[in-house]
């Protein structure tokens, strides 16, 4: 959470009106705008061909989100701040397919430095065991190794990377409940794909883009470098100073069946630090308009 942390930092304190969010400064929470067009208020439904097949939650958790956003989201994103007992609450209460962020028990350091086979299967057990005694290790549906392998602060080699994945796909296997499992990472923005050929679902982060990332090549140039099987995850940063309208993001969801999720940065206020306003102060009723489209077909 480094970079994005900084990111918050850097930002100008002015942002840009957006057709679904506004911000006069960092910490104002944003009015949407009114449509002057009545087609701008609808946003197509998802297709059945993308039913059952997106993902909508957001990027990190506290103790009280969960009850804020079930009305739409379908998915949970655990980080477990706070420890394994704060991240399985919040499964418990959340009970959604979840990304499972898995760094706080395999990295040490700063840059982070991986524990090595032998003591991250030793822990991993420790822990699938202890989420599967309270019933939530089959709400699993991705593990997320580390957050942003590719920045300074991290800086993992891509010999690194890949074996911690191949040790991940290992140990899951001792577990029924991640059988199946995927691998998932956020690149922190500077097109350093390193090992990504070694996750299933992939995604990166460039808010102060927005949605521009599908208009300047970056979003092409990732694709390019997957092969079919590999799936796609969006971040739109809908908290301050970005208030990122969310429907450019769901579009190309719908348009791009390579995309599994999208991941909205950040409902929490005051996230890492800042003083800035997150999603549910800054822009949440736009958030919650795309959320209930996807969440609403799935059977």
Partial sequence: MNIRALLWTLAVASVLTLSGCKGESNNTPAVPPQPTNPAEQQLPVLPPKRRNNLYFGYFGAEDSQAEEVIDHVNMWFEPSWGGLEVGIRHMQKAQLPTIFVLDQWIYLGNPRVYVGTEKAKEVLRGVFTRMREANVLKYVVALYPID??????NDISSDVIIAVNNDLRAISTEFPELKDIKLCVT?????????????????????????????????????????????????????APWYQDPKPFYLKAIEDEQVIAIIPFIWIDNAAGSTNPGIRTACPDAYREVGKLVKGPWA
Avoid at 148 to 153: A, L, M, N, T, Y
Avoid at 213 to 230: P, V
């Fill in 148 to 153: 942003e392998p590719d920045i300074k602060e």
């Fill in 187 to 239: 690149y922190g923005g500077n097109e350093d794909y390193r090992a990504v050929e070694s996750y299933d679902w992939i995604g990166f982060d460039d808010y102060g883009a927005k949605e521009q990332i599908f208009t300047n090549g970056k979003y092409d140039r990732l694709k390019s470098r997957l092969h079919s099987s590999q799936r796609i995850t969006l971040f739109p940063g809908g908290c």
